[in-house]
């Protein structure tokens, strides 16, 4: 579904990411897991061509992100939901509302959006919400609002960059929990790249992680790939 093929990115000469390969097969859960400024968001940035690698090719079903013209990246990014630290939700919006706007801006029917963002919010476990300000929202919440909205248009790939680093422990533990049922239930390929060693050792999931550009390990834990 994902693979990497002989990544090489260079910032201002200096090697961020040396020859990194990996492929990610459909409903897989993943960590990407490395110090500060291992390259961790740089790779993830290339799946949703945000970033393009200085040398390598990156491929997302079959079709080389790379290569993409400009034009095709919108579908692209149709097909892949993203959450992020900051949440990034519209203040002045509703949670429904932000949920919503994901799939107004793609013109769908105003019956289907409803029925959908209803669905995604009961997901996330926040229907009663729904017509809060995220201002009204505990951190955890505004998350899971933010998971809703990347879940909304049913994508195949969820990337989670740093989806815990604003949370308390218990609070972090429910958002992977949150992310595990949705990799179970949907079957959505989940990457989540994290510092939180504590639960990537308790989820017992794929972990990749990066170091001097290059990939230091990739196992299953409690068992290697
Ligand atoms: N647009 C850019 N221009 C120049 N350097 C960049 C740019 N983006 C990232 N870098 C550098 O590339 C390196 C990798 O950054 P990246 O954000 O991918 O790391 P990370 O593993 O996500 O780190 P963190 O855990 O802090 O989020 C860092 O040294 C960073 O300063
Ligand atoms: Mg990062």
């Not at 492929?23 to 993943?30: L, R």
């Not at 990014?77 to 949920?99: C, H, P």
Request: glycine share 6%; aromatic share 6%.
């Amino acid at each position: 579904m994902i693979r990497a093929d002989k990544i090489y990115k260079l910032y201002n000469d200096n090697v961020i990411l040396n020859n990194i390969n990996v492929q990610v097969e459909k409903s897989e859960f993943v960590f990407l897991v490395g110090q500060n400024g291992a390259g961790k968001s740089t790779l993830l940035k290339m799946i949703y061509r945000d970033v393009l690698p200085t040398k390598g090719e990156v491929f997302v079903n079959n079709v080389n992100v790379t290569r993409l013209k400009r034009r095709s990246i919108p579908l692209l990014r149709r097909s892949i939901g993203v959450v992020f630290q900051d949440y990034k939700l519209l203040k002045y919006k509703t949670v429904a509302e932000n949920v919503a706007f994901a799939l107004e801006v793609l013109e769908k029917d105003p019956k289907f959006i409803k029925r959908q963002v209803l669905q995604v919010l009961d997901l996330v476990g926040l229907l009663k919400k729904k017509d809060e300000k995220p201002s009204a929202l505990s951190g955890g919440e505004q998350q899971k609002v933010s998971i809703a909205r990347a879940l909304v248009n049913n994508p195949q790939i969820l990337i989670a960059d740093e989806p815990t680093g604003n949370l308390d422990p218990d609070t972090s533990w429910e958002v992977m929990q949150l992310l595990d049922k949705i990799n179970e239930q949907r079957k959505t390929t989940v990457l989540v790249a994290t510092h939180d060693k504590a639960i990537v050792d308790s989820m017992r999931k794929r972990v990749v992680e990066i170091s001097g550009g290059r990939i230091l390990r990739d196992e299953i834990l409690g068992g290697y790939r």
